[in-house]
């Protein structure tokens, strides 16, 4: 009964959230886009966190990363639909609620992503030794709260807002502060929670960290890229697009984990990303050194770019092909060995079979090859009887 209960909760807070994060991208909409579109792209993050945390509530509901993501995503939620009617409705006598809810968020959600970190995959603690980080999250949280609540000051994020419980003189300051420490130390506890259970996790679970740990790569780039290219006049760049697409790709990488879809294709992902990396990047500077040299030569002919480019396009035209096999092969050689020694097991096999009539033989060589290979508990083989 307990656990049909929460489900049905757990259902109603997605859907609430869902619906609630919808809601303010359409009011966003309708009223010119405030926010320069962003808060549509947060939205759609907040709603894959939710999504994904509810579908492992209801696939693995004694997992609580299911409902830390579910936490995270809907925080998130609330997060924008506040923005949104602060920036519509400013003098609304609830503004000043908002803002202050808005203004103890960063702790919190960066808290749940920690513990996300610790108990991931399997939703237990490490170990017993590490039951305290659940009181210092709560602790810290406690703190941000209290700093932000009790501070007599503008608010930080909303100078024009002051809360209305503020007390003159409490550190506030001070609380902030301790809860950012506590906050920076349990995302350090997180990390090292993950190789932890790398050095001490079978293979399965080695796979189910390789995938977060690709989609927290790939958001580490994405967001030094965006904050190297900012630029507040466009809030809308493709930076800023990529950096979003990458956060919603941590919650993904979480479900597919946990639920195990296609989690050993992780391998295979990882070996073609950086397989196509080193492809582009060689080709890229063979093009850019092509151009440059077909310059140089005719110069003394032409001013015309046309001959050098299209000699260049031809030039990468024709690497393609033969440089991503053998990159590829490289690069198998080392992310996905899987793949790699399946391939040099079937050449093998089919080299060993190439002059081979005995069935009897066959028989023999397609028992051992698969023996050593896949290494079953039981094998048998079937062959038909020829018919005249």
Known sequence: MKTRWTRWLVRA??????????????????NGWPSGGLNALYGVAAAVFILVGWLVVERASGNPVGLLLLTFGSLFAAYLVIDIF????????????GALFISTLDAPMFIVIALILIVFPDGRLPSPRWRPVVALAVLATVFVVAGTLFDARPLRLFPRYVSPVGIPGVPAD?????????????????????????RRGDSVEREQI????????????????????????????????????AIALVPLAIGIAILRYRLYEIDRLISRTIGYAIVTGILGATFVVTIVGVQALLASFTQSQTIAVAASTLVAFALFQPLR????????HRFDRRRYDGDRTASAFAERLRDEISVDALATEL?????????????????RRATR
């Open 174 to 198: 001070a609380l902030v502060l301790l809860s950012y420490i506590i906050m920076a130390t349990l995302l350090a506890l997180g990390a090292i929670a993950v190789v932890v259970r790398w």
């Open 13 to 30: 807070v997605a859907l609430l959230t869902l619906t609630a994060t919808a809601a303010a991208t359409v009011v966003d909409a309708l």
């Open 86 to 97: 602060l920036r519509l409705r400013p003098e609304a006598p609830q503004a000043v609620a």
């Open 210 to 245: 390789k995938w977060v740990i690709a989609a927290a790569i790939v958001l580490l780039v994405a967001e030094v890229l965006n904050i190297l290219t900012f630029d507040p006049a466009h809030i809308s760049a493709p930076f800023v697009i990529l950096a979003t697409v």
């Open 367 to 383: 028992r051992t090859t698969i023996a050593a290979s896949v290494k079953p508990s039981a094998q048998a083989l079937w062959l």
């Open 325 to 332: 096999r053998r990159v590829q092969r490289a690069v198998d």
